[in-house]
């Protein structure tokens, strides 16, 4: 599959329920491989960094990312 063949596909859908640890190890990944994350991971690497930020505080947020 080329770059260009994933412009022109469907949405695919899954139903998928992430654990808070799936959450977390996701979310500490995709910060620590930000400068690799392709074009077409930004808004998911977005949503799963809104989702940490918004159930912490922003001590524990701080903390999280150190």
Avoid: C, G, W
Avoid at 5 to 31: G, K, Q
Avoid at 41 to 52: H, Q
């Amino acid at each position: 599959m080329t770059d260009d063949s994933l412009l022109n596909e469907s949405p695919a859908f899954f139903d998928y329920h992430f654990t808070e640890r799936e959450v977390r190890v996701l979310a500490r990944f995709l910060r620590k491989n930000q400068e690799q994350i392709p074009d077409e991971l930004l808004d998911f690497s977005a949503k799963i960094e809104r989702v940490m930020y918004n159930s912490m505080s922003i001590d524990e947020a701080e903390a999280f990312y150190s």
